[in-house]
């Protein structure tokens, strides 16, 4: 079993930076794909980031490709989030995600998930 965890959320002035993290343990996600998603009220969960078990790729949502950058470190089986110019339209609920055989976009794919961190960013 994986459990993830995320911190880093928190409120944020429109144009600055934050940074997310998601800490697994339970099993090693060293071979597993990891990704970001987030949720805002009333729409629906939204593919933020992916990046590939070693690394070597990384994938973003239109909304956030060129702000935002996601990182990992196996060794300390941790991955972030790095948000940057960050908008109001980025307020939402952050999750992290795992799957041992996915990488993509598509949320229903993951197997693990987080309990998401709150991030609000104001005008």
């Known amino acids: 079993q994986v459990q993830l965890v995320e911190s880093g959320g928190g409120l944020v002035q429109a144009g600055g930076s934050l940074r997310l993290s998601c800490a697994a343990s339970?099993?090693?996600?060293?071979?597993?794909?990891l990704a970001w998603f987030r949720q805002a009220p009333g729409k629906e969960r939204e593919f933020v980031s992916a990046?590939?078990?070693?690394?070597?790729?990384?994938y973003y949502g239109d909304s956030v490709k060129g702000r935002f950058t996601i990182s990992r470190d196996n060794a300390k089986s941790m991955q972030w989030l790095q948000m940057s110019s960050v908008k109001p339209e980025d307020t939402a609920v952050y999750y992290c995600?795992?799957?041992?055989?996915?990488?993509?976009?598509?949320?229903?794919?993951?197997?693990?998930w987080g309990q998401g961190t709150q991030v609000t960013v104001s005008s």
């Open positions: 995600a795992a799957d041992p055989s996915y990488y993509g976009f598509d949320d229903a794919k993951y197997d693990y």
């Open positions: 990046i590939t078990w070693n690394g070597g790729y990384q």
């Open positions: 339970g099993r090693t996600l060293s071979s597993y794909a």
